[in-house]
């Protein structure tokens, strides 16, 4: 779907970066919102948060289909990515400090967000670190795991907010103590393997 809106755009001047910086501000209008914990801003949050989202997806696919791809997007999308992905935790967490979460509501969102940026910054440096392109959290049957985003707009709607913000406490905190020790199991096997290759040369060298 991302493919086919995007499509018409190339050749016309806009580029991926201009559909990244429209995801980070109603992104963050979404946080913005849903903070608010108000029934208008539960019903804007969702909206913003669901155009976010559908951006997030379409800011890569223009950048593949008009070989827009650039180390500088990248980066971009991935810094627009990591902020607004993890201040809808602390957002969520503010919105429903009312509910029945009560005090915990906070600190339970400012959690759930740190836990997120230690998911995406460890997962990008397992990526890059791996070397083969293979994603820490790969997607199955087409879907990305970011699509997974879709899903938060029905919730800050049908008032659910508190129970993400309790389950992305739990989540995020397992998803990031394991992408930890995955990452320095690779760190230790690649340092491993580092080691044996030096042995290696160091035998075939002539005395």
Same mark, same amino acid.
């Given at each position: ?11 016309? =001047? +806009?580029?991926?970066? !201009? ?5 980070? #501000?109603?992104?963050? &209008?979404?946080? /913005?919102? %849903? ?24 800011d ?7 070989d827009?791809?650039s ?21 969520? =967490? +503010?919105?429903?400090? !009312? ?5 915990? #509501?906070?600190?339970l &969102?400012?959690l /759930?967000? %740190? ?18 392109g ?10 990305d ?28 905190? +397992? ?33």
């Amino acid at each position: 779907m991302a493919a086919a809106v995007v499509t018409p755009l190339i050749g016309t =001047g +806009i580029t991926p970066n !201009h559909l990244t910086t429209l995801r980070l #501000a109603t992104g963050i &209008g979404a946080c /913005a919102a %849903v903070a608010l914990g108000s029934h208008a801003g539960m019903l804007w949050g969702g909206g913003l948060w669901l155009l976010s989202a559908f951006l997030d997806r379409a800011d890569g696919e223009l950048a593949r289909i008009g070989d827009m791809m650039s180390p500088g997007g990248h980066r971009y999308d991935y810094i627009a990515d990591v902020l607004v992905n993890s201040l809808l935790f602390v957002a969520a =967490g +503010i919105g429903v400090r !009312h509910g029945w979460l009560g005090v915990w #509501a906070m600190p339970l &969102g400012l959690l /759930a967000t %740190v836990s997120m940026l230690v998911c995406w910054v460890t997962g990008e440096a397992y990526q890059q670190l791996e070397g083969s392109g293979a994603k820490a959290y790969a997607g199955r049957w087409g879907f990305d795991i970011d699509d997974g985003l879709y899903l938060i707009a029905p919730l800050i709607w049908f008032g659910l907010m508190s129970f993400v913000v309790l389950g992305a406490a739990i989540a995020t905190s +397992i998803m990031a103590v394991i992408i930890l020790v995955r990452l320095q199991l690779l760190r230790s096997r690649l340092a491993q393997s580092g080691a044996a290759g030096s042995a290696k040369r160091d035998k075939a060298q002539p005395m």
